[in-house]
């Protein structure tokens, strides 16, 4: 049950294109298709952007998209606005468990 | 609307007890297994515990199990986690979420747990 590892920041300006990448074992995100990204606004809950690794719930622009390679999962964020100047947190399912990566925070310069 | 109301947290002396509460509506509750988040003050998120639909199956954080029991009345749409021997280190915010097509939505508010003499 060890943390799942992301950057602490990331950084980019208005129309670019970032990535946050979460690496964690075979044992979650190497052994499962159910990683999930969450965005997090200051003082508010979390909420979903991606899950099943790749999929975008209704009402997710489509400036978001996820993918998975071996044990890392990442998280594309196209077109930045200022509105996604937020935190974000992966999470992966590991069969009796739940692992969420520490978080990267995420500064629309 | 799916509506999720977390209740229950407050200052507690180290090695003390509290139950927490989630109140569910606008969903078939029983139909959904559930989780409790906790994120500490400045710090990431936790996953703490889940529970099955019918309660039957649970699962526990490393740092919890043995201390922390989760549970729920599916008949009163609410989802509980009664927290005994609590440490400085479970202070933090509490959330409820439904897990739907693994994953976690909605989330509530949360609430704040303050372990503290």
């Known amino acids: 049950q060890s943390a799942l590892t992301q950057p602490r920041s990331v950084s980019g300006s208005p129309g670019q294109s970032v990535t946050i990448s979460c690496t964690g074992t075979s044992s979650d995100v190497g052994g499962y298709n159910s990683v999930s990204w969450y965005q997090q606004h200051p003082g508010k809950a979390p909420k979903v952007r991606i899950y099943?690794?790749?999929k975008r719930p209704s009402g997710v622009p489509d400036r978001f998209s996820g993918s998975k390679s071996g044990n890392t999962a990442s998280l594309t964020i196209s077109g930045l606005q200022a509105e996604d100047e937020a935190d974000y947190y992966c999470c992966s399912y590991g069969g009796t468990y739940w692992v969420f990566g520490g978080g990267t925070k995420l500064t629309v310069l | 609307e799916v509506q999720l109301l977390e209740s229950g947290g407050g200052l507690v002396q180290p090695g003390g007890s509290l139950r927490l509460s989630c109140a569910a509506s606008?969903?078939?509750?029983?139909?959904?297994?559930m989780i409790w988040v906790r994120q500490a003050p400045g710090k990431g998120l936790e996953w703490v515990s889940s529970?099955?639909?019918?309660?039957?199956?649970?699962y526990y954080a490393d740092s919890v199990r043995g201390r922390f029991a989760i549970s729920r009345a599916n008949a009163k749409n609410t989802l509980y986690m009664q927290m005994n021997s609590l440490r400085a280190e479970d202070t933090a915010l509490y959330y409820c979420a439904r897990i739907t097509v693994a994953t976690f939505d909605p989330w509530g508010l949360g609430t704040l747990v303050t372990v503290s003499s």
């Open positions: 529970i099955s639909g019918s309660g039957g199956i649970t």
């Open positions: 606008g969903f078939t509750f029983s139909s959904y297994a």
């Open positions: 099943d690794v790749s």
